[in-house]
């Protein structure tokens, strides 16, 4: 076979061939550009974050009803269980508060609270009582240690101590504040209208 007969036989071969596969060419150009419309940009992170700033006015108006539900079933569910809420009924039922009850004499009783659970004993000392202690119980064992003290109306520092150590930040304190290295607790009796 001479190099002109194989020239032509190979472009007869390669024309066969394309004729083929003219058919699946065929509208090639408006196949790809029909897939092409199909497909949606990727959104970079910057365009999320303008479309959930500033989205249109219906997705806006959207997102507060949702907040709107939202708030409203918080609200309901709040409602619900604020029925569930134990409140002791004797007045000597240990409470996890700082409140305090107004006497005829014009002091307030004011419960003094401590969750210490592997204590032995517990004070409570302050200016109230001229920093001596005066001792927390825990008649049911639970480490929850409580006392009572009448105070009149002011502001008394105080602060725990937990066998022999001194504890000076309350949890249920007003506030606390640092002295001579030490941190000790200040409660506020008798001010406001609720008298705590």
């Not at 959104?43 to 949702?66: D, F, K, N, T, Y």
């Not at 009783?109 to 001229?130: D, R, S, T, Y």
């Not at 930040?169 to 000790?184: C, H, K, N, V």
Request: charged share 25%; no cysteine.
């Amino acid at each position: 076979m001479t190099n002109d007969a194989f020239e032509i036989l190979l472009r007869d071969a390669l024309k066969a061939e394309v004729e083929a596969a003219s058919d699946a060419v065929f509208d090639l150009e408006d196949k790809v550009m029909h897939r092409l419309g199909e497909r949606q940009p990727r959104m970079r992170w910057s365009e999320w974050w303008r479309l959930w700033l500033a989205p249109s006015r219906s997705v806006r108006w959207g997102q507060i009803a949702v907040l709107a539900a939202t708030a409203t079933a918080s609200l309901f569910a709040g409602f619900l269980l604020s029925d569930r809420v134990d409140t002791p009924s004797s007045p000597d039922a240990p409470l996890l508060s700082s409140a305090s009850a107004r006497s005829d004499d014009g002091t307030h009783e004011v419960l003094f609270v401590l969750p210490a659970l592997e204590a032995e004993a517990v004070l409570v000392v302050g200016n109230f009582n001229n920093w001596k202690g005066t001792p927390l119980s825990d008649p049911e064992g639970d480490g929850i240690w409580t006392t009572r003290v009448n105070l009149p109306p002011g502001r008394y520092e105080y602060a725990f101590i937990i066998d022999g150590r001194w504890w000076g930040q309350d949890p249920l304190a007003d506030a606390t504040i640092r002295s001579f290295g030490e941190y000790s607790s200040v409660r506020y009796v008798g001010r406001g209208e609720d008298d705590a």
